[in-house]
């Protein structure tokens, strides 16, 4: 008999427990069609949308020869993860549309154990890539110390110890009957009189899959965040491009460099002609030339995708985090308290959330990139002869947007970068050289 949609009774004979109610997790009874129909077609448009992007950026990656740097092993990595997290929505779907399990045990097991592993490598890919980043940054000499063989020997780890951590899973997740003739697929923590198995694996689960790595991001970003506004008032002066007199020089360096500014200011803005040519009789204001002053907004546009990879990965991944955490204060409960409080549809709506990472990391680490757009067309369309030279790196000539902000911290503190260029430091702008939005040439993140 069940209590609510998410919770049947049964007999557990292979943990011990005996007869006790367990969660559904991806089924749910009742008459639910329009809700089911919703949930499939949301699941369904995640899974195509994730298969063509992140096989847009493996694709990519493993056929141009310019695109196999440091960065792009990490984001090779993630569109991985990505895609082995999003080949379980089938059956999500599929379940969702039936109010019992029928896929058989082996999918039981192994659907959630790679939905576990895919979710740990993916975090913690994006938090090796925010630990690069603000080493490049924050740390000098601000140069990535990562090498092509490192940053392989690191994915490989990531994805070793998830599938070692999370091999439980596929054992304490099995088919169950009910007492009303169904079938569920659930979690069932083997008993111990001795040790709470269900909270052993709970509270390290939580913590080195989903709180540490998000703390370690949010950290490395906070630091990148913290250089920036500690430089600008320094920088800013220097680096930035004077506005007419219609708008105040002070005003303009707080929009821009600020976090609200970062958010609120156009993605896409370009220094128009006319305003370049009411600056001064050359068309230039301060010591920056006009095109030191966009590859300085480059830079500005850059540090606003980084607040939005925090924003995005806390959104996304702590709603499965507290969910995870509330089944196991609902699924310890005694048999004689049947408050549950949790649906299966609250777990699927958390896992939804989750699976919709799976679109947005490739959006983030790729197509934002006017340069990796270039290298999709060249592979999507074929080589064309304006996205071939886009595409195209082999110069090393301009500077990532790391060097940008490099160079006007150097400018500002006395010093000067070395550069076989001009005499200010700065090299001759050729053609923009990195394939992903935060990628100088070298392979270093930025």
Not at 367 to 384: I, Q, T
Request: glycine share 4%; aromatic share 10%.
């Amino acid at each position: 008999m069940a209590v609510n949609s998410s919770y049947v009774f049964g007999n557990d004979t292979l943990g011990g427990w005996g007869p006790r109610y367990f969660f559904t997790f991806y089924t749910e009874f009742g008459d639910r069609r329009g809700a089911a129909v919703a949930e499939v077609s949301l699941l369904l448009f995640i899974f195509l949308s994730s298969l063509l992007a992140n096989i847009s950026i493996a694709a990519a990656v493993l056929r141009y020869r310019e695109l196999r740097t440091v960065t792009n092993c990490f984001l090779l990595n993630l569109a991985a993860a990505d895609l082995v997290f999003a080949l379980g929505i089938p059956a999500v779907a599929a379940s969702r549309l039936s109010t019992e399990w029928t896929m058989g045990d082996i999918v039981c097991r192994i659907l959630p154990y790679s939905q576990f592993v895919c979710g740990f490598v993916l975090l913690w890919t994006l938090t090796l890539i925010s630990m690069d980043r603000h080493r490049c940054i924050v740390v000098p000499p601000y140069r990535s110390q990562l090498t092509p063989r490192l940053a392989t020997v690191l994915t490989a780890a990531t994805w070793f110890l998830a599938a070692v951590l999370f091999l439980p899973v596929a054992f304490w997740f099995h088919e169950q009957p009910a007492d009303n003739g169904s079938t569920v697929c659930t979690l069932v923590f083997p008993k111990s009189d001795s040790v709470n198995m269900s909270l052993c694996f709970t509270i390290p689960v939580l913590l080195l899959a989903c709180l540490l790595p998000m703390g370690l991001l949010v950290y490395h970003y906070q630091r990148i965040f913290q250089k920036l506004l500690a430089t600008r008032s320094r920088w800013a002066v220097p680096c930035v491009v004077m506005q007419p007199d219609t708008e105040p020089p002070s005003a303009r360096r707080d929009s821009e460099l600020s976090f609200v500014g970062s958010l609120v200011t156009s993605w896409t803005r370009k220094i128009s002609t006319a305003s370049q040519a009411s600056m001064t009789p050359n068309g230039r204001n301060g010591s920056l030339s006009t095109h030191e002053e966009l590859r300085l907004n480059k830079h500005l546009r850059v540090v606003r995708v980084l607040l939005l990879n925090v924003v995005v990965v806390l959104l996304m991944w702590l709603p499965i985090t507290i969910l995870m955490f509330l089944i196991y204060v609902d699924g310890s409960r005694p048999n004689e308290d049947t408050n549950f409080f949790l649906r299966s549809q609250h777990f699927i709506i958390a896992l939804l959330v989750a699976l919709l990472n799976t679109v947005v990391n490739p959006l983030l680490y790729g197509v934002l990139s006017e340069n990796f757009r270039a290298c999709f067309l060249r592979l999507w369309f074929g080589s064309k002869k304006k996205s071939r030279d886009v595409c195209d790196i082999r110069t090393g000539a301009s500077k990532s947007n790391l060097d940008v902000l490099q160079e006007c911290m150097n400018r500002t503190n006395g010093t000067r970068t070395p550069s076989s260029g001009r005499a200010n430091g700065y090299m001759p702008h050729k053609k923009m050289s990195n394939c992903s939005i935060l990628e100088s040439p070298n392979g270093n993140l930025v």
